[in-house]
């Protein structure tokens, strides 16, 4: 079974531009998760969404955002980039039978200058 | 909201000797407490986890104890190897919900050496 995929695994954007990563999850798995990772803040949630529906929200501004498409892949957009989200967004998926087991890709790691 | 703290933030340990992680959680009402090892360049990745109708639980090498009266659980590796090198997190969850109830530890740097 394959596993979570997230593309692209690197990024280098400029201050005031726009991203968008993509996760696709596990086969069967209809949950998606993302996540940022920074050395100071360490995994802060950022949304969840359950078959194209954003479940949860995290504390981030609404220059993050995200979506899921029907076949479960999922996307996230951050907007008008600033230094500080120079981070590590891992996407995570999981089942129906047991949300709480989080299967994690490798990540996106990007880094704004 | 849930608060967990991990210690300690760094260990050495030399191979073949046992390594210990503490967490201590803020809220009453967790019952799921799941372990992740991330090595570089890569995910997090489950290796354990507990629900808090038992106190310990082992696969292997590894082992999680659980003490809810405290709120502090624990991950013990044994015989530990250098490929156990890696970034571990504990998380506290309600147990019920969703993945964002999961709160996470900021991490436990693991070194092994010869």
């Known amino acids: 079974k394959a596993g979570v995929t997230q593309t692209p695994r690197y990024l280098i954007k400029t201050r005031g531009q726009q991203v968008t990563l993509s996760c696709s999850p596990i086969?069967?798995?209809?949950?998606v998760s993302w996540y940022q990772q920074t050395p100071g803040q360490g995994l802060q949630f950022l949304f969840e969404y359950f078959s194209e529906t954003q479940r949860n929200k995290g504390n981030f501004p609404g220059r993050f955002s995200g979506r899921q498409f029907s076949n479960s892949r999922s996307e996230m957009n951050v907007s008008t980039l600033e230094l500080g989200d120079s981070a590590l967004y891992l996407c995570?998926?999981?089942?129906?039978?047991?949300?709480?087991?989080?299967?994690f890709g490798s990540g996106t790691q990007l880094s704004v200058l | 909201g849930e608060n967990v703290e991990q210690h300690p933030s760094t260990l050495s340990v030399q191979e073949g000797d046992s390594a210990v992680i503490k967490c201590t959680y803020s809220d009453s009402a967790s019952n799921y407490f799941p372990w992740y090892k991330q090595e570089l360049g890569k995910g997090p990745q489950l290796i354990i986890d507990?629900?808090?109708?038992?106190g310990e639980k082992k696969d292997q090498r590894i082992a999680v104890t659980l003490n809810k009266t405290a709120k502090h659980f624990s991950l013990h590796i044994t015989e530990t190897q250098p490929e156990d090198s890696a970034v571990y997190f504990c998380a506290a969850s309600p147990g019920t919900g969703t993945a964002s109830k999961l709160t996470f530890g900021t991490g436990t740097r693991l070194q092994v050496t010869l």
């Open positions: 507990i629900r808090s109708n038992v």
């Open positions: 086969s069967g798995h209809r949950s």
């Open positions: 995570a998926s999981s089942s129906t039978r047991d949300t709480q087991k989080l299967f």
